[in-house]
């Protein structure tokens, strides 16, 4: 049985490595033992702090609708609840794009909220 030589098999693996660590700096980016394990840890980074954006950006949303919504005399929270209570179904990435960019139907918006509040919750705080 002939001899299987891995030299091809084993420079792919490298060239692919070494490719992902373009950029870094100092032996992180040439030198293959470094570099792997630099990769390892970015995708590690990478994994974690694509569910970190997702908490950030409601957090960023949450604050742009809370910021409309008092200028208007109500808080996030009576807010979201008069929206339930109404039957408005619009989610926080697009009420904060609607406060930021359409002030007067996001005041209509927060009107239809009121409206559905019972008199006791309209109270700001």
């Known amino acids: 049985m002939a001899r299987v030589k891995r030299g091809t098999t084993t420079h ?4 692919r490595i070494l490719g992902a660590a373009k ?17 390892e840890k970015a995708g590690q980074y990478a994994y974690r702090d694509r569910k970190v954006k997702k908490r950030s950006f409601r ?8 910021a409309a919504v008092r200028a208007e005399g109500l808080t ?3 807010f979201m609840h008069g929206l339930k209570l109404a039957g408005i179904e619009l989610d926080r ?14 005041s209509g918006i927060i009107a239809q909220a009121k409206a559905a509040l019972p008199e006791g919750a309209r109270i700001a705080a």
């Not at 792919?12 to 060239?15: G, Q, S």
């Not at 957090?59 to 809370?66: C, D, E, G, V």
């Open 12 to 15: 792919a693996k490298h060239k």
């Open 23 to 39: 950029g870094y700096y100092g032996r992180r980016k040439n030198t293959i033992r470094i570099a792997r394990q630099a990769v």
């Open 93 to 106: 990435k697009v009420l904060a794009d609607i406060a930021m960019h359409e002030g007067e139907a996001f």
């Open 76 to 78: 996030y929270g009576v």
């Open 59 to 66: 957090a960023l949303w949450i604050q742009r609708i809370n």
